[in-house]
């Protein structure tokens, strides 16, 4: 699946001369955590966030400033929080480096995008307009069909034990000295790993197996001696 599949195309905006205090009730009113900020022709301009207004005068919850950091970066990032803080122009407290995808960037680059810059949802945007945005309630609603797709599946085509054991063997977690059997749906494992972990890996993957239904556990965890 890619950003196009999970995406919401109906997104909220705003223009940068909005008021803060409009921002506050959108996204209040819309039980939403960020909303993009757009031209007249639906550029991309920025990104307002709950954590842009969470750093306020009005509610005595602005930035402090430290004389040091002053002294060894300048005045310039007081003045930046003194923005933040005091604006009433969405323009003026908007992120304007917004971390953005195209329609068909894959699920796993927008995970690694959140996970890296640490933020809640990335615009898809077309030749810089906006068209829709992606955030970790999509990717969880994505999950939820996957789910039910498995769950179908597994009851269509059973796996074959080979591609079953072939399927397992290129985990590079696999111990190698475990076997599993699948007889009509019961599967049956037995052999020694090293660490509950790897017998908790082997357990999920051959529960994640079309056509399992239950699972006989008998590996050993036994930390089994090197030779050096």
């Given at each position: 699946?890619?950003?196009?599949?999970?995406?919401?195309?109906?997104?909220?905006?705003?223009?940068?001369?909005?008021?803060?205090?409009?921002?506050?009730?959108?996204?209040?009113?819309?039980?939403?955590?960020?909303?993009?900020?757009?031209?007249?022709?639906?550029?991309?301009?920025?990104?307002?966030?709950?954590?842009?207004?969470?750093?306020?005068?009005?509610?005595?919850?602005?930035?402090?400033?430290?004389?040091?950091?002053?002294?060894?970066?300048?005045?310039?990032?007081?003045?930046?929080?003194?923005?933040?803080?005091?604006?009433?122009?969405?323009?003026?407290?908007?992120?304007?480096?917004?971390?953005?995808?195209?329609?068909?960037?894959?699920?796993?680059?927008?995970?690694?995008?959140?996970?890296?810059?640490?933020?809640?949802?990335?615009?898809?945007?077309?030749?810089?307009?906006?068209?829709?945005?992606?955030?970790?309630?999509?990717?969880?609603?994505?999950?939820?069909?996957?789910?039910?797709?498995?769950?179908?599946?597994?009851?269509?085509?059973?796996?074959?034990?080979?591609?079953?054991?072939?399927?397992?063997?290129?985990?590079?977690?696999?111990?190698?000295?475990?076997?599993?059997?699948?007889?009509?749906?019961?599967?049956?494992?037995?052999?020694?790993?090293?660490?509950?972990?790897?017998?908790?890996?082997?357990?999920?993957?051959?529960?994640?197996?079309?056509g399992v239904r239950t699972i006989s556990n008998e590996i050993s965890v036994h930390r089994i001696p090197?030779?050096?």
């Amino acid at each position: 699946m890619n950003a196009a599949d999970v995406m919401v195309t109906k997104v909220i905006t705003v223009q940068p001369d909005a008021s803060v205090r409009e921002v506050a009730k959108i996204l209040l009113a819309n039980r939403i955590s960020a909303v993009p900020v757009v031209d007249k022709s639906n550029g991309l301009l920025g990104i307002v966030s709950e954590a842009d207004l969470i750093r306020r005068a009005e509610i005595g919850t602005e930035r402090s400033s430290s004389r040091w950091l002053e002294l060894l970066v300048g005045n310039q990032l007081s003045a930046q929080d003194f923005i933040k803080s005091h604006a009433r122009r969405v323009a003026d407290v908007m992120t304007r480096d917004v971390i953005t995808v195209t329609a068909g960037a894959s699920l796993s680059e927008i995970v690694h995008l959140l996970e890296k810059h640490r933020i809640k949802r990335v615009p898809v945007v077309d030749k810089g307009k906006i068209i829709g945005i992606v955030g970790r309630a999509n990717l969880l609603q994505a999950l939820l069909r996957s789910q039910q797709d498995i769950s179908g599946e597994r009851l269509k085509a059973p796996v074959s034990q080979a591609d079953m054991v072939t399927k397992l063997e290129a985990e590079p977690w696999w111990p190698g000295n475990v076997n599993v059997i699948i007889n009509d749906g019961a599967a049956q494992l037995w052999g020694i790993v090293e660490a509950q972990v790897q017998k908790d890996a082997i357990r999920v993957a051959v529960e994640s197996i079309p056509g399992v239904r239950t699972i006989s556990n008998e590996i050993s965890v036994h930390r089994i001696p090197r030779a050096y």
